[in-house]
C-alpha cells in the first residue's frame, strides 16, 4: 500500500497542484446534512416507514348561499381522529377566508407602487379605498355534549382547546355554525376564489374554495402545521369523507367534488336522461345543459330553494360552483376497474372553446396521468371555466380562459387547454400524493407542471410545451434574488415564483429521465414515488431518497445543485488539442510540428480558431520497466501503436463556468458530415469540479465539436460551446431578421 501510495502521488502530484486553484465545493458529497434523517416514520429508502401514521379528519356540512347578499353560512360536524402517538390538549383550524381582511399581506404593490398615471383597478389593489368586509364570523364551537369550547383567533389559524385531551388512537367530534362575505375576485390580485358578476345579464358565478374551517396538519415532521395562509403557500390537509348539502337558488346548478346522492330532486328528467346517456360516451361529450337551455336560464331569477347532496370518500379537501348560467357537459373515461366522468361547466361567455376544448382536455390528462403515475380514483373530473388563473380541489378546478367575442388565439387556446390540464393534474399532485404546498409549493406545482408538459407535448405536439431551453433565461438571472427550489412557498418573489416552483423542476425531473437515468427506470421510479406516497404526506426527503432507490443511481449531486443552490449550467469548450502519433513513414517536417488549438481568447503559445493548422504530431516511447510495478505482464506494444496508426487524438479542455456539475454530450461532426455523439457521466467532475481534460481517439477528421448539440442541460450560454467558435447573431441582427420574416 505504501509503494502504491508513492506511485500514485508522483503520477499525479503535478495535475493535482493544477487543478487546486480554486476552493473545493464538495458538489458530490451526499445531501445526508440536507435533509431530516430517516427514522421509523420514514425511510432510508423514502417510504413510509412500518410506524408511519397520519391524522384524519371527516366533515359532516350544510352550507347556504344567499345569492342577494353573496353570503355564505354553514354548520359542520368534525369527526378527528388522533393516529399520532401523542396526547393532543388542542388543536387548530384553518380559516382561510380572514386572508382577505384588510391589513392583510396583499400582492396589491408587486408589480410597482403609485405612479403619476395608474387605473382604477390598481389603485384598488394597493390602497383597497373601497374596503370589503372580509373574513369568518364564528357564531359557536361546541363539544358533542353542546358545552362550549374555548378558542384563540390568530388571523387565518384558530386554535380550539379540548374540554379533555385527545389521547393517542382516540377520536373527538366537535361542531361549528359560520359565515362569510364571499370575494369579490376582481378586487383582490390572485383571487382565486370567490365570484364573478356579469352585468350584461346581471348574474353571478360562484366559485367556492377554502371556504369552511377545516382541520390543519399535525403530522411527525413539524407538529402542527404552523404557516398562515398567504395566499401563494396554498393547503396542507389531512384525509376524509365528506357528506355535504348545499342550498343554492332553485335554478342554481351546482358543480362539486364528490359524487351527487340526489340527482332526481335537483335534476329535471331529461337532464338525468342525458347523464345516462354521456356515461355511454366514451369518444365525445354529450351535452346536459344547452347553450339555449343556459341562456334562456339566465333570464328569470328563482326566489326558492334547492339542496344539492354530494358525498365525497378519502378526499383531503371539497369545493363547488353554483351558478344559473352554467352550460354543462360530461363525457365518460373508462378505467380498469371504474368509470370517470369528466364534467366541463361554463357560461355562455365561455362558447365556443370550452365546448371544443374543455371536456377533451380533461380526458387527455386522465389519460396521460395515469399511465405516469396510477389510475385516477375518483367519479367525477370536473372543469368550471373562470375569468382567470386556475385553482385545483379534489375532482374540480376552476380554470382560466375566455374567448372575446367568440374568438380566441391559438396562444390563448394553448394556454387555456394546459391550464385546464395543469389543474385537473393537481389531482394527483397534491390531492392524492399529498405534499404540504404551504410549505413546498414546488412539490406539488413542479411534480404536476412536469405531467401537464407530458400531456401537452404527447396529445398537443402543435403547441408548445417546456424544455429545458425555456429555464434558460431564469437561470442566467440576477444572481442576488435568485433563490433556490428548496425555498418555502411565500419566501419566493411573485415574479419569479412561476419559474423556480413550476419550471425549474420541470426541466430537473426531464433532465433526469432523459439524460441522466434514461425514460424505462425513471419512469418505473417516478411511477413508485407516486404509488408509496398514495393518500400519504410525502416531504422532499422522501421523493429524492425514492428516486435514487428505484434507480440504484447516486442522484445527490444532482439534487444538491439542481435543489439546494441557484448555480447555473455553463460549459466552456476551453482547449483542443488535435495529436497524431509519428510513425516512421512521416517526412521530418511533420514530425516537428507543434500546433496547438485553443478558443481564441485564451492564451496559449499557437492561438487557432479551427482545424487549418492541422494534427500535433507525438512520439510514442518504450514503456519504462519500472512504471510496471510488480505487473510481470507486458503490453503489446507493436498492438497498441497498430491501433492508433492513422488515427486523430483528440483532447478536449472543458470548464465548468456556470458551477452547476451536468453530464458532458459531446457531438463530433467530421469532414465528411456525418456525426457522432459522446457523453460522459456528471461524476467526471468528481475530482476537479472546475475543470477536466477527456482524451478521444477517432478514425475520422473533426471539422466541428459542440457541448450539449440538444441543449439537454440549460446550458445558459452556448456561446463557448463549440470549436471552432459558431457565430451567432448579435440581437440587433436577430431582430431586424425577425422583422423581416
Given at each position: 500500500m505504501k509503494y502504491l501510495l508513492i506511485l500514485l502521488v508522483s503520477l499525479f502530484s503535478f495535475s493535482t497542484i493544477q487543478s487546486q486553484t480554486q476552493p473545493w465545493q464538495g458538489k458530490f458529497e451526499p445531501i445526508d446534512n440536507m435533509i431530516p434523517p430517516p427514522n421509523t416514520y420514514r425511510t432510508a429508502s423514502g417510504a413510509p416507514g412500518k410506524a408511519y401514521?397520519?391524522?384524519?379528519?371527516?366533515?359532516?356540512?350544510?352550507?347556504?348561499?344567499?345569492?342577494?347578499?353573496?353570503?355564505?353560512?354553514?354548520?359542520?360536524?368534525?369527526?378527528?381522529?388522533?393516529?399520532?402517538?401523542?396526547?393532543?390538549?388542542?388543536?387548530?383550524?384553518?380559516?382561510?377566508?380572514?386572508?382577505?381582511?384588510?391589513?392583510?399581506?396583499?400582492?396589491?404593490?408587486?408589480?410597482?407602487?403609485?405612479?403619476?398615471?395608474?387605473?382604477?383597478?390598481?389603485?384598488?389593489?394597493?390602497?383597497?379605498?373601497?374596503?370589503?368586509?372580509?373574513?369568518?364570523?364564528?357564531?359557536?364551537?361546541?363539544?358533542a355534549s353542546e358545552k362550549d369550547l374555548k378558542t384563540y383567533v390568530n388571523n387565518t389559524m384558530m386554535k380550539v382547546m379540548l374540554n379533555q385531551p385527545l389521547k393517542s388512537g382516540s377520536s373527538v367530534s366537535f361542531s361549528l355554525a359560520w359565515s362569510y362575505p364571499i370575494t369579490d375576485r376582481?378586487?383582490?390580485?390572485?383571487?382565486?376564489?370567490?365570484?364573478?358578476?356579469?352585468?350584461?345579464?346581471?348574474?353571478?358565478?360562484?366559485?367556492?374554495?377554502?371556504?369552511?374551517?377545516?382541520m390543519a396538519v399535525y403530522n411527525d415532521t413539524e407538529g402542527w402545521q404552523n404557516k398562515q395562509f398567504n395566499r401563494l403557500g396554498e393547503f396542507a390537509l389531512e384525509f376524509g369523507d365528506y357528506e355535504v348539502e348545499i342550498t343554492v337558488p332553485e335554478d342554481h346548478i351546482v358543480a362539486s367534488t364528490g359524487k351527487l346522492q340526489n340527482s332526481e330532486s335537483v335534476l329535471t328528467k331529461t337532464q338525468r336522461q342525458r347523464l345516462l346517456?354521456?356515461?355511454?360516451?366514451?369518444?365525445?361529450?354529450?351535452?346536459?345543459?344547452?347553450?339555449?337551455?343556459?341562456?334562456?336560464?339566465?333570464?328569470?331569477?328563482?326566489?326558492?330553494?334547492?339542496?344539492?347532496?354530494?358525498?365525497?370518500?378519502?378526499?383531503?379537501?371539497?369545493?363547488?360552483?353554483?351558478?344559473?348560467?352554467?352550460?354543462?357537459?360530461?363525457?365518460?373515461?373508462?378505467?380498469?376497474?371504474?368509470?370517470?366522468?369528466?364534467?366541463?361547466?361554463?357560461?355562455?361567455?365561455?362558447?365556443?372553446?370550452?365546448?371544443?376544448?374543455?371536456?377533451?382536455?380533461?380526458?387527455?390528462?386522465?389519460?396521460?396521468?395515469?399511465?405516469?403515475?396510477?389510475?385516477?380514483?375518483?367519479?367525477?373530473?370536473?372543469?368550471?371555466?373562470?375569468?382567470?388563473?386556475?385553482?385545483?380541489?379534489?375532482?374540480?378546478?376552476?380554470?382560466?380562459?375566455?374567448?372575446?367575442?367568440?374568438?380566441?388565439?391559438?396562444?390563448?387556446?394553448?394556454?387555456?387547454?394546459?391550464?385546464?390540464?395543469?389543474?385537473?393534474?393537481?389531482?394527483?399532485?397534491?390531492?392524492?400524493?399529498?405534499?404540504?404546498?404551504?410549505?413546498?409549493?414546488?412539490?406539488?406545482?413542479?411534480?404536476?407542471?412536469?405531467?401537464?408538459?407530458?400531456?401537452?407535448?404527447?396529445?398537443?405536439?402543435?403547441?408548445?410545451?417546456?424544455?429545458?431551453k425555456d429555464i434558460v433565461p431564469f437561470m442566467s438571472g440576477d444572481q442576488n434574488i435568485l433563490r433556490p427550489i428548496m425555498t418555502t412557498s411565500d419566501n419566493e418573489l411573485l415574479t419569479q415564483f412561476g419559474a423556480n416552483f413550476y419550471q425549474k423542476p420541470t426541466v430537473g425531473l426531464q433532465m433526469l429521465r432523459e439524460s441522466i437515468i434514461g425514460p424505462e427506470l425513471f419512469d418505473q421510479a417516478f411511477k413508485e414515488y407516486a404509488s408509496r406516497w398514495k393518500y400519504k404526506h410525502p416531504n422532499p426527503a422522501d421523493l429524492f431518497r425514492t428516486l435514487e432507490d428505484a434507480t440504484a443511481t447516486d442522484l445527490d449531486w444532482f439534487f444538491r445543485g439542481w435543489?439546494?443552490?441557484?448555480?447555473?449550467?455553463?460549459?466552456?469548450?476551453?482547449?483542443?488539442?488535435?495529436?497524431?502519433?509519428?510513425?516512421?513513414?512521416?517526412?521530418?517536417?511533420?514530425?516537428?510540428?507543434?500546433?496547438?488549438?485553443?478558443?481564441?481568447?485564451?492564451?496559449?503559445e499557437t492561438i487557432a480558431t479551427d482545424f487549418s493548422g492541422g494534427p500535433e504530431v507525438i512520439t510514442m516511447t518504450p514503456t519504462s520497466e519500472n512504471s510496471y510495478g510488480g505487473f510481470l505482464s507486458r503490453l503489446d506494444e507493436p498492438e497498441v501503436r497498430k491501433q492508433l496508426s492513422g488515427k486523430n487524438i483528440y483532447e478536449l479542455t472543458i470548464k465548468n463556468i456556470g458551477g452547476l456539475v451536468m453530464p458532458v454530450t459531446i457531438e463530433w461532426i467530421y469532414t465528411d458530415n456525418t456525426k457522432e455523439i459522446d457523453k460522459l457521466p456528471a461524476e467526471v467532475w468528481r475530482l476537479n469540479e472546475y475543470e477536466i481534460s477527456k482524451t478521444f481517439v477517432k478514425?475520422?477528421?473533426v471539422k466541428q465539436i459542440n457541448l450539449d448539440p440538444n441543449f439537454e442541460f440549460a446550458d445558459t450560454d452556448t456561446k463557448n460551446n463549440s470549436f471552432p467558435k459558431v457565430e451567432t447573431p448579435s440581437d440587433f441582427d436577430a431582430f431586424k431578421k425577425t422583422k423581416k420574416d
Open positions: 401514521w397520519q391524522q384524519r379528519a371527516d366533515y359532516k356540512i350544510k352550507a347556504t348561499l344567499d345569492e342577494k347578499n353573496n353570503v355564505l353560512s354553514g354548520e359542520e360536524t368534525i369527526t378527528y381522529y388522533n393516529n399520532s402517538p401523542d396526547d393532543l390538549n388542542y388543536i387548530w383550524i384553518q380559516l382561510e377566508q380572514n386572508v382577505n381582511k384588510k391589513g392583510n399581506e396583499d400582492f396589491g404593490d408587486v408589480f410597482g407602487g403609485v405612479s403619476d398615471s395608474i387605473s382604477t383597478r390598481q389603485m384598488q389593489f394597493l390602497t383597497r379605498a373601497v374596503d370589503f368586509p372580509a373574513g369568518y364570523t364564528i357564531k359557536y364551537i361546541k363539544d376582481s378586487m383582490f390580485l390572485l383571487s382565486r376564489e370567490g365570484y364573478e358578476y356579469f352585468p350584461e345579464d346581471d348574474n353571478t358565478v360562484y366559485l367556492l374554495g377554502h371556504w369552511f374551517p377545516r346517456e354521456a356515461e355511454k360516451s366514451f369518444d365525445k361529450p354529450v351535452m346536459i345543459i344547452t347553450p339555449e337551455e343556459a341562456t334562456q336560464n339566465e333570464k328569470t331569477k328563482a326566489s326558492k330553494l334547492k339542496t344539492w347532496r354530494f358525498h365525497a370518500k378519502n378526499v383531503r379537501d371539497f369545493a363547488f360552483a353554483s351558478s344559473r348560467k352554467f352550460i354543462w357537459d360530461a363525457q365518460a373515461h373508462q378505467f380498469s376497474d371504474h368509470v370517470t366522468m369528466a364534467m366541463s361547466y361554463y357560461p355562455k361567455e365561455g362558447l365556443p372553446v370550452w365546448s371544443d376544448e374543455s371536456t377533451k382536455a380533461i380526458v387527455a390528462a386522465l389519460e396521460v396521468y395515469s399511465e405516469a403515475t396510477f389510475e385516477y380514483p375518483y367519479p367525477v373530473a370536473i372543469s368550471v371555466n373562470t375569468s382567470n388563473i386556475g385553482i385545483e380541489f379534489p375532482m374540480i378546478s376552476f380554470n382560466g380562459g375566455r374567448p372575446k367575442n367568440g374568438k380566441m388565439s391559438d396562444r390563448a387556446k394553448a394556454g387555456m387547454i394546459g391550464t385546464i390540464i395543469h389543474e385537473v393534474g393537481h389531482n394527483w399532485f397534491p390531492m392524492i400524493v399529498s405534499s404540504d404546498e404551504r410549505k413546498w409549493m414546488w412539490m406539488d406545482e413542479g411534480l404536476n407542471t412536469y405531467l401537464h408538459q407530458r400531456t401537452v407535448a404527447e396529445k398537443y405536439p402543435e403547441f408548445h410545451s417546456t424544455t429545458p435543489f439546494f443552490t441557484t448555480d447555473k449550467v455553463d460549459m466552456e469548450l476551453s482547449n483542443v488539442k488535435w495529436f497524431k502519433v509519428y510513425e516512421d513513414d512521416l517526412n521530418i517536417e511533420d514530425k516537428h510540428k507543434k500546433t496547438t488549438f485553443k478558443i481564441e481568447g485564451e492564451s496559449t478514425t475520422k477528421v
